[in-house]
Nanobody, 122 residues
Framework: QVQLVESGGGLVQPGGSLRLSCAAS????????MGWYRQAPGKRRELVAE???????DYANSVKGRFTISRNNAENTVYLQMNSLKTEDTAVYYCNVDKLRTGGGTWAYNVWGQGTQVTVSS
């Protein structure tokens, strides 16, 4: 089976930094686009950042200049470096793969991690 596992969340003070990681495991031949989403209680899930297999990136306006998404294709891992964190960044952060090819030659679509909690508070 293929799964995504996030790590790196936690409690940080405003202005601090965190680095989230998401590793895809299982029988995987290739991964297409990857992204980070977040959802706070009572709010809709929103796209935070995305990165294509070719390395092109895009960010939500609310995090531009503060967050950086990157990926290591050899390790099937995507990262989110979060700097200058604000209280409004508090949410559960999820990584997502739009599609991937498994070792069995099949395709999996819209694969999600379990989420990792990021809390920005004094």
């Amino acid at each position: 089976q293929v799964q995504l596992v996030e790590s790196g969340g936690g409690l940080v003070q405003p202005g601090g930094s965190l680095r989230l990681s998401c590793a895809a495991s299982g029988s995987i031949l290739s991964i297409n686009d990857m992204g980070w989403y977040r959802q706070a209680p009572g709010k809709r899930r929103e796209l935070v950042a995305e990165i294509t297999v070719g390395g092109n990136t895009d960010y939500a306006n609310s995090v531009k200049g503060r967050f950086t998404i990157s990926r290591n294709n050899a390790e099937n891992t995507v990262y989110l470096q979060m700097n200058s964190l604000k209280t409004e960044d508090t949410a559960v952060y999820y990584c997502n793969v739009d599609k991937l090819r498994t070792g069995g030659g099949t395709w999996a679509y819209n694969v999600w991690g379990q989420g990792t909690q990021v809390t920005v508070s004094s």
